[in-house]
């Protein structure tokens, strides 16, 4: 998992509420990325960031929303109308520099809506 | 858009055995083809990855085959153990470009 922590690992919110993940990540990269998992789908991309104060819708961006106003952080909010929102969701970072040309993955948040 | 496809979605092997699994990808321009393992509760973690210009690499008991006319490559492990159960993901993107499409999952486990 590296430098990358997602806090908290388990989340549970009753439905309706918005809720927010953590990702901070001490790697200097400058691309983030959120990724939603469920059984048998694999991961799919919310929304990433190239760089602080812009960001860019993934593949299921409705009912999420991010921010980027420090390099090293990349919250996502689930929102109450994102439909499903009970899921894994995984944070990652890439390294624009020039440095291995893979994604870095965080050890994850289970979010539960009840 | 890039698709890529996995195959099997689970796999079952006898330690000591080779395992294989294969992906699909849809985009030519899809050059960088990484490859994940992911433990229970835990985030991925890559193991292998190749780019077009190769057509196999291989490091120890694991290795990544490309085949670019057909579009597709695979993930070999061979003398397998207890601890290489997981679910592997492969990946397809641009290099340089840091999108990454995800195959859907093989859930690998190995029989003592």
């Known amino acids: 998992d590296g430098g990358i922590t997602q806090s908290p690992k388990y989340l549970f919110r009753k439905e309706g509420q918005n809720v927010t993940l953590s990702c901070e990540q001490n790697l200097n990269h400058d691309a983030m990325y959120w990724y939603r998992q469920d059984p048998g789908q694999g991961l799919r991309l919310i929304y990433y960031?190239?760089?602080?104060?812009?960001?860019q819708k993934g593949d299921i961006a409705e009912g999420y929303s991010v921010s980027r106003e420090k390099k090293e952080s990349f919250p996502l909010t689930v929102t109450s109308a994102q439909k499903n929102p009970t899921a894994f969701y995984l944070c990652?970072?890439?390294?624009?520099?020039?440095?291995?040309?893979?994604?870095?993955f965080g050890p994850g948040t289970r979010l539960t809506v009840l | 858009g890039e698709n890529v496809e996995q195959h099997p979605s689970t796999l079952s092997v006898q330690e000591g055995d080779s395992a294989v699994i294969k992906c699909t990808y849809s985009d030519s321009a899809s050059n960088y083809f990484p490859w994940y393992k992911q433990e229970l509760g835990k985030g991925p973690q890559l193991i292998i990855d190749i780019r077009s210009n190769v057509g196999e690499k291989k490091d120890q008991r694991i290795a990544v085959t490309l085949n670019k006319t057909a579009k597709h490559f695979s993930l070999h492990i061979t003398e397998t153990q207890p601890e290489d159960s997981a679910v592997y993901f492969c990946a397809g993107g641009d290099f340089g470009n840091e999108k990454l499409t995800f195959g859907t999952g093989t859930r690998l486990t190995i029989i003592p």
């Open positions: 960031s190239q760089i602080v104060n812009d960001f």
């Open positions: 990652a970072t890439y390294d624009l520099s020039g440095g291995p040309d893979t994604q870095y």
